[in-house]
């Protein structure tokens, strides 16, 4: 029961920006300025805080990286092969992969921040640290290469560099090589700034799923829907327990993993000719499906 009321903010909190959007209280075209203000800024100072805070020593985050890095490469190798096999067409196997190794943080940390704490905060952002750059160099070339698109190795940096969640990524690990932490007025400020990012993120959350396209569940969907977050979270559960994790780093994993994809995933489908259509309908599931998931997931090891 306590599982269960701890992830019910969450579901009230994606159901209020639902319920902001449908009612027209937030008119639909100020929700991309809302997205850009969460993904441009307040998750970045979020990554820096909790990552330049966070013992990165290989000793205290080796086997939980390990676990992160095995599950999206046996998933998403799991995935490409068993769409060539069943000649799935390489559109949606794309959006297969994306649905399968991307996952959506501002759920992550949320439900972190509640399920666990401070350490859940800071494994998340570890996972973004070591997992984020990963997904997206893979992504773009997986994407080119199933959607008979192209991308030279200039507009591939960029599109990395430029990614704000890498760079909050990389700047939360270099301030933590570099100075082992954050001073205090700046700690203080990217923390604020930081804590932001939860609520409004989930808001976001909620104003993107649609009732309508909810109803329209297709094999495509199903199929969808068994990757993330079914799939992918049993794979690191069982790499979890062969490399000996820790109770906590487990709930870590499971927050990355149990989440919904990530909804830039849908943007980077559209651009790069992948299947969008798809990838709306999977991820209005799968964020239904995360709120089930989580819990079950979390009582198994705890």
């Known amino acids: 029961m306590s599982l269960a009321l701890t992830i019910l903010p969450i579901a009230l909190a994606i159901a209020l920006g639902w319920a902001a959007r449908a009612s027209g209280l937030i008119k639909a075209d100020l929700w991309p300025g809302i997205e850009a203000l969460s993904f441009k800024l307040l998750i ?5 805080h909790s990552i330049a805070t966070t013992d990165l020593s290989p000793s205290r985050i080796g086997g939980f990286a390990a676990g992160l890095l095995l599950t999206i490469l046996i998933g998403g190798l799991v995935v490409l092969v068993a769409g060539r096999l069943l000649r799935v067409p390489g559109p949606t ?3 297969y992969f994306q649905g399968t190794i991307r996952y959506n943080g501002f759920i992550g ?3 972190a921040d509640l399920l666990i704490g401070p350490a859940g905060l800071s494994l998340i952002a570890v996972s973004m640290a070591v997992l984020i750059p990963v997904i997206n160099v893979v992504t773009i070339i997986v994407m080119a290469v199933l959607c ?4 030279g190795p200039r507009r591939l940096l960029r599109s990395v560099a430029t990614n704000p969640l890498v760079i909050g990524s ?4 270099a301030v933590n090589l570099l100075f082992g932490g954050l001073p205090v007025w700046l700690d203080e400020a990217t923390q604020i700034v930081g804590r932001a990012a939860l609520g409004v993120g989930l808001l976001a959350v909620g104003a993107g799923v ?3 396209r909810m109803l329209h ?5 199903v ?3 068994a990757l993330r977050p079914f799939m992918i979270t049993a794979i690191f559960l069982g790499l979890a327990m062969l490399l000996g994790l820790s109770e906590t780093e487990m709930l870590g994993g499971i927050l990355v993993f149990a989440v919904p994809a990530a909804t830039n995933g849908f943007i980077v489908a559209r651009m790069m000719g992948g299947d969008a259509a798809t990838y709306a309908d999977m991820l209005a599931w799968q964020t239904l499906l995360c709120l089930i998931a989580i819990p079950f997931y979390a009582a198994l090891v705890t």
């Open 223 to 225: 199929a969808a829907c």
């Open 170 to 173: 990389c700047g939360g690990v």
């Open 148 to 151: 008979g698109g192209s991308t």
């Open 109 to 111: 940390l949320a439900a």
């Open 44 to 48: 970045p100072a979020i990554l820096i």
């Open 93 to 95: 196997r794309s959006t």
């Open 210 to 212: 649609s009732l309508k």
């Open 217 to 221: 569940v297709s094999p495509r969907v």
